[in-house]
Structure formats: C-alpha cells, structure tokens
Nanobody, 125 residues
Framework: QAQLAESGGGLVQPGGSLRLSCAGSGFTLEYNTIGWFRQAPGKEREVVTCISSSDSSTYYADSVKGRITITRDNAKNAVYLQMNRLIPKETAVYYC??????????????????WGQGTQITVSS
C-alpha cells in the first residue's frame, strides 16, 4: 500500500529555517510528481512547491521563491523541503502528496492521489 510520511516540523522563530522530509513506502517517489502543500486554519490547502516525475523540473509559489528548495533523494525514496527565512503567516500544517498521473508539474491538490498525515510548522517568537 502506497504511503507517505512527513517529518521535520516544529516551532521556529521568524527568520529561521526548517527541513521537512517526505518518506515514501509501497511505491517509488522518483516516478511520481511530488508536491508540498500547506493548510492554515480556516483556509484551503495551497501548493508550496512540486517536483515533476518526468524531468524533475520544479515549481515554486511566488510567495516562497528564493527561500525554499525541493529536492529528491532517490536512494532513500524521499523528497525534502528546505525552508529558510520563515515568516509567521507560514504557520500551517504541511503535507506532501503524490500525483501518480501527472507527467509534469501538478499544482492542484485535487489531482493528488496520496497524502501524508501532515506536519505542523509554527513560526512564532
């Protein structure tokens, strides 16, 4: 059974950094488009970044460009999200998802087939 598991969230001060991990089991992440989304209380789930299955091209939301990086470690069947210079409004539950049908970038949450359980990031002093 395909599963995803996020880790690495926590409490961080404004301006701080975190590295999230998304570990896959039951399927190979390398062959799927993987996205990171976040959902704040009372808001819809929104895309942060994704990496395509076909050529590992990447997409970043405008609000995070220059501050975050998505990478793959195929040997570990994992995808990582390095987040720098975090700001309080980025407090949310962060989810990784797999879109098994997309060949390229996939920015719509409804298109994703599998999700992890989410990890909380709280940016506060």
């Amino acid at each position: 059974q395909a599963q995803l598991a996020e880790s690495g969230g926590g409490l961080v001060q404004p301006g701080g950094s975190l590295r999230l991990s998304c570990a896959g089991s039951g399927f190979t992440l390398e062959y799927n488009t993987i996205g990171w989304f976040r959902q704040a209380p009372g808001k819809e789930r929104e895309v942060v970044t994704c990496i395509s299955s076909s050529d590992s091209s990447t997409y970043y939301a405008d609000s995070v460009k220059g501050r975050i990086t998505i990478t793959r470690d195929n040997a570990k069947n994992a995808v990582y999200l390095q987040m720098n210079r975090l700001i309080p409004k980025e407090t949310a539950v962060y989810y990784c998802g797999a879109d098994m049908e997309a060949m390229g970038i996939s920015m719509v949450a409804e298109g994703y087939n599998y999700w992890g359980q989410g990890t909380q990031i709280t940016v506060s002093s």
